[in-house]
Structures are given as C-alpha cells and as structure tokens.
C-alpha cells in the first residue's frame, strides 16, 4: 500500500454491515465518522479523524430511502473534499435513479444524470457501482467509473447447487446481454423472456424465446422491487422448464408484494447479494443472500496500490 497517501474506509449508514466485512477482508479499520438526523429532518454529518492527503474510499449504498441515503453520500463527500482528503471514491452497490437514464416522455428529468453531476460538481474522483440497471450512465461521468457485476459470484454458488439441466433466462431484453455473459462463463444456454411494461409497477410477460423443455430455469435480473419478475414466471412453465425455478438478482430492494409473491410454488429460491442490506424481516425462507465484500475489497486494493482492474470488469 501506498505510505504517503494511506488507504481509508468510511461508510454512511445504509449498509455498515458491507463496509465492516468489506473492512475485515482489507485488513483496515472502518474509518469514524457520524451521520445525525436532526429534529427538522436535516441530515448533519461529521468525519471523526483526519483525512488529509489519505486515498478515501466512502462506500454507500444509495436504496430506501434513497433521497436520505443518497444526500447523506453528497455531504460525505463534500466534508471528505473539506478535509482535503488526497482522493475520494464512492462505492455505491446500488446507484440510485438507475432506471430514469433517458426521456421516455416529454418533459422528465434524467434523474440519473443529476446524480452523477452532483457528485462530479462536489469534487468525487471515482465512482464503483454494481450491475447498474441502465450502462449507458457510466457516460454520464467526466471520471473513472468501475462497473463492476456479481456475475462471479452467481456463477460460484449456481455451479455449486448441481441443478438439473440448468439453463439461463433473461427476465426480459434489456437483460438480455447480462444473462447472455451468464450463459457464456458458466457455459449454460440462454432463454428470453419476452415482457412488455404497462407501467412502473406492471409488466406482463407475452412469451418465451428458446428451448427450455425439460430444464432448471435460473432468472437472471438486476434488481428485484415490487416482484413483478415473480409474477410473470408461469410463462417458464407453460413453455415446459421444470417446476424448481431460481432467480439470481443482484439488488434486493424487495417492496412487502416481493416478498409476498415468493410464495409462489413454483419458486425454489431466490438469491440475492448483499448491494443492499436485507433486514431481518425481510429474510423471507426462499431467501439466500451472497457476499460482494470481496469483490468490493479486491477493487478497492488494486485502485489504491495503481494496479489495473480490467479483469474485473471484462464481464460487465
């Protein structure tokens, strides 16, 4: 590691559980800091040690309530900039605004891209996220992005599990180049599902595009809200796929219907990562939640020592 410029962890408050495992795979201490709501509802935050000329890593992850979690990264990071920290980088698992990347009617804002100016404008050197629902924000950036996937992670547990003739399916087209990489490492075929949304909240599914007679369906998405993935999974079986279906989605927002519609009998198991931290109520039977602490460690160390990252992100 570096002498002259030390490597620093700090951490907001949505997922300090992320940045203590991500803390004990670095070997580091978790950096202090204090995050206060205050009567008003103002959000103050304070470092409690020095930073200057320190390489800083602030990790958030931006999920409910997103507005709160995502301000209190901003004033993180402006503090930190205050501090005359040498660099800031943010990790942020789950990058809010992801799906309002582009005008679909007149007269909306691109939310996403407000978020990446704000950050760049308030001082951020780097910014690491993780299975972003829309890539093309990575060009919303003026500097380094690491667009890293779980896909690794997935493939491990899933290659582990011995199912019966697994095969992969992309929950609908815009996943279908991410469970494509999928299919590709863990030497799978690939299925589409066909989905047309009515709504933010409704999609129907209206059919299946490759052979799945016979087969273990493994649903791969980016992130699981209200569930309406759940609801759209009998099209699999009327198709023919064995009636064990799993589903690996990366970030576990996971509204009361998702949890509601993992009743389904026909769901095996749903597995998530830890992007965002699922709280012991909603650690539902069918659950099982997968690390990126080290995922998320081995970036941190190569960015810091100057090393590359690409083999990383060569499946992104």
Do not use: W
């Amino acid at each position: 590691m570096s002498k002259h410029h030390p490597l620093r962890l700090f951490s907001g408050e949505a997922n300090k559980p992320l940045a203590q495992e991500i803390a004990r795979y670095l070997d580091v201490p978790l950096g202090k800091c204090t995050t206060t709501l205050l009567p008003d509802s103002e959000i103050h935050v304070q470092i409690n040690e020095p930073v200057r000329e320190q390489d800083v890593f602030i990790l958030q992850s931006c999920s409910a309530p997103v507005n709160d979690h995502l301000l209190e990264l901003l004033l993180y990071v402006d503090a930190l900039r205050r501090a005359s920290a040498h660099s800031i980088t943010a990790i942020i698992p789950y990058f809010p605004y992801a799906r309002q990347e582009r005008m679909s009617k007149g007269r909306e804002a691109v939310s996403a891209k407000v978020v990446a100016r704000m950050l760049e404008t308030l001082g951020i050197n780097r910014v690491i996220y993780m299975d972003i629902h829309a890539p093309a924000i990575q060009g919303f950036f003026n500097v380094p992005i690491d667009p890293l996937t779980a896909l690794p992670v997935f493939a491990e547990y899933f290659q582990k599990s011995e199912l019966i003739d697994p095969v992969i399916v992309a929950a609908d087209v815009g996943r279908a180049k991410l469970a494509g990489k999928y299919a590709e490492v863990m030497g799978l075929p690939l299925v589409l599902m066909h989905k047309r949304r009515t709504s933010f909240e409704s999609v129907k599914a209206t059919h299946v595009v490759g052979e799945i007679q016979g087969r273990t369906p493994i649903v791969i998405d980016d992130m699981i809200a209200s569930g309406s993935v759940l609801t759209q999974l009998d099209a699999l079986i009327e198709a023919g796929a064995r009636p064990e279906i799993h589903l690996a989605i990366t970030h576990p927002i996971l509204l009361p219907t998702a949890l509601q519609r993992l009743n389904h009998p026909r769901i095996k198991e749903l597995v998530v990562t830890n992007t965002i931290y699922v709280p012991p109520e909603k650690r539902h039977p069918k659950l099982t939640v997968l690390s990126v602490a080290d995922l998320l460690a081995d970036v941190i160390l190569r960015i810091h020592e100057g090393r590359s990252v690409s083999s990383l992100l060569k499946l992104t």
